[in-house]
């Protein structure tokens, strides 16, 4: 497709759901992809299936230095970086009465310090080429208050707060950096399996059985931005069920 054919993106969260599908779509068009996440097995899977178009390396987006490799990793395989889909993130839920702090600093620490450390990695490079593309995924649950996932919310507004300030940064530094947020409502992912056995968890999960999207509507999502001429920002997009309030 044009202008996503050769184009060199690196996809964070890319072992399950919306990474690993969003990878394969990216990969049928023309893009070479870099494959991150920590589950190895997953991700050479993956990266057997695409074939010589992907590389992998299992990496946590909580450790800088983790980041800093896959940027290497993709320069030395494909010499250069177009694009990032900073998207591995967790949601175990649960009321902030609960005290499940260990919960709260993980979903920081990859949810907010993973896309930190995934944009350090990768700015330089996109300065000093003076073009770039970084897709962060957000959530619904970053446009609203969402009860039962008070910190997941939070670290979901960071995200799109954090973006859309820089994209207004890159505009007057005349980087040519573009940003796209991704928002999604309920799809069908592995997302929900670190959430406590719960009645709140079983009434999600039916929800998301009944109604939830399949990974693909957000692939789309990302291709449709991906591949927009290089002065079209795609800033913002929601994709949910129709049937999702
Ligand atoms: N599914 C939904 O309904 C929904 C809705 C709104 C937003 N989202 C967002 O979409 C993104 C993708 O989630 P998903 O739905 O596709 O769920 P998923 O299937 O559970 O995928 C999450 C991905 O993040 C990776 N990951 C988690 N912790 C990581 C870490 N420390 N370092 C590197 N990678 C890590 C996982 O890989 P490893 O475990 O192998 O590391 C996995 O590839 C998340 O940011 C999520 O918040 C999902």
Same mark, same amino acid.
């Given at each position: 497709?044009?202008?996503?054919? !050769?184009?060199?993106?690196?996809? @964070?969260?890319?072992?399950?759901? /919306? ?5 394969? *779509?990216?990969?049928? !068009? ?9 589950? $190895? ?8 299936? /695409? ?19 896959? =940027? ?5 395989? &494909? ?30 620490? /990859?949810?907010?310090?993973? =896309?930190? !450390? *995934? ?6 490079? &996109? ?19 969402? #009860?039962? !996932?008070? =910190? ?18 890159? =505009? @007057? ?5 573009? *940003?796209? /947020? ?17 009645? @709140?968890?079983?009434?999600? $999960? ?7 999207? *399949? #990974? ?12 927009? #001429? ?10 949910? #069920?129709?049937?999702?309030?």
């Amino acid at each position: 497709m044009k202008n996503v054919e !050769n184009k060199v993106i690196i996809i @964070t969260g890319a072992s399950s759901g /919306i990474g690993e599908e969003t990878a394969r *779509t990216l990969a049928q !068009n023309g893009a070479k992809v870099v494959l991150s996440a920590r589950r $190895e097995e997953r991700l050479k899977k993956l990266a057997d299936e /695409i074939g010589e178009n992907a590389v992998y390396l299992a990496s946590d987006v909580s450790k800088a230095e983790d980041m800093g490799a896959l =940027v290497k990793l993709a320069k030395d395989s &494909f010499g250069k970086v177009d694009a990032v889909f900073a998207n591995a993130g967790v949601m175990p839920g649960g009321n902030m009465s609960e005290l499940k702090v260990k919960d709260w600093m993980s979903m920081v620490n /990859i949810n907010i310090v993973g =896309v930190l !450390n *995934t944009m350090a990695a990768v700015l330089p490079e &996109f300065i000093a080429q003076k073009s770039g593309h970084i897709i962060v995924t957000s959530s619904i649950a970053g446009t609203k208050s969402v #009860p039962g !996932n008070a =910190v997941y919310s939070g670290t979901k507004h960071f995200v799109r707060a954090m973006l859309d300030s820089f994209r207004t940064e890159s =505009v @007057t530094e005349h980087t040519n950096i573009r *940003t796209t /947020i991704i928002y999604p409502g309920a799809i069908k992912t592995e997302l929900l399996n670190t959430i406590a056995p719960s009645e @709140t968890k079983s009434m999600v $999960e039916e929800f998301y059985k009944n109604v939830g999207l *399949t #990974p693909d509507a957000i692939a789309g999502a990302v291709l449709y931005a991906v591949s927009q #001429p290089d002065n079209v920002d795609v800033s913002d997009i929601i994709v949910r #069920p129709t049937l999702e309030p």
